[in-house]
T-cell receptor, first 118, second 114 residues
Framework: ETGVTQSPTHLIKTRGQQVTLRCSSQ?????VSWYQQALGQGPQFIFQ???????GRGNFPPRFSGLQFPNYSSELNVNALELDDSALYLC?????????????????FGPGTRLTVT | AQKITQTQPGMFVQEKEAVTLDCTYD???????LFWYKQPSSGEMIFLIY??????QNATEGRYSLNFQKARKSANLVISASQLGDSAMYFC???????????FGTGTRLTIIP
């Protein structure tokens, strides 16, 4: 059973540029969530993808967008990068079965991508 | 709106002692789950333990146990016989029914002293 992987590990971008972060979900999982963790803070929910569609979104502007592919892997895209976008971006995968389930959902996190915007 | 509060920014504990990390939460949903994650300096969030709002007994996973006091809306993590490898950030998180979003607290940095 493979765990959640993310690429790249580190990334340095300039303000105004665009970035794409990638996540491969754990084997058997069909749901991917993305979180932003600023330095010294807890992770903040960006959005979640289930069956290739966005399923819930946190308080992030539209320049944060995503995709989920048929193999359940996912991408996070951020346009027009700002200095405040510098953070650790975490991807988490989980399994959603049938109708939306109760609150027991162990989300397994990847190692994260550390993005620095200069 | 759901909210998680962790009031201990940092804790220092002697090796082999037990430690309790505090977490209080606020939600209007009767069905919810509470989680604890460990985040070492490498950055990966490691799932430790889960407690459902309807669970009658406190959750335990090895050296980890969750002291769930529903009326007080608290979900404290207890680590027994602490080890040097327990040094890390610890986050309490909550999810509500039908909602995949996890809401995290600000974390507690635990340092185990030899």
């Amino acid at each position: 059973e493979t765990g959640v992987t993310q690429s790249p590990t580190h990334l340095i971008k300039t303000r105004g540029q665009q970035v794409t972060l990638r996540c491969s979900s754990q084997s058997g999982h069909n749901t991917v969530s993305w979180y932003q963790q600023a330095l010294g803070q807890g992770p903040q929910f960006i959005f979640q993808y289930y069956r290739e569609e966005e399923n819930g979104r946190g308080n992030f502007p539209p320049r944060f967008s995503g995709l989920q592919f048929p193999n359940y892997s996912s991408e996070l895209n951020v346009n027009a990068l700002e200095l405040d976008d510098s953070a650790l971006y975490l991807c988490a995968s989980s399994f959603t079965g049938g109708a939306f389930r109760g609150p027991r959902y162990e989300q397994y996190f990847g190692p994260g991508t550390r993005l620095t915007v200069t | 709106a759901q909210k998680i509060t962790q009031t201990q920014p940092g804790m220092f504990v002697q090796e082999k002692e037990a430690v309790t990390l505090d977490c209080t939460y606020d939600t209007s949903d009767p069905s919810y789950g509470l989680f604890w994650y460990k985040q070492p300096s490498s950055g990966e969030m490691i799932f430790l333990i889960y407690q459902g709002s309807y669970d009658q007994q406190n959750a335990t996973e090895g050296r980890y146990s969750l002291n769930f006091q529903k009326a007080r809306k608290s979900a404290n993590l207890v680590i027994s016989a602490s080890q040097l490898g327990d040094s890390a950030m610890y986050f309490c998180a909550m999810g509500e029914s039908g909602n995949e979003k996890l809401t995290f607290g600000t974390g507690t940095r635990l340092t185990i002293i030899p």
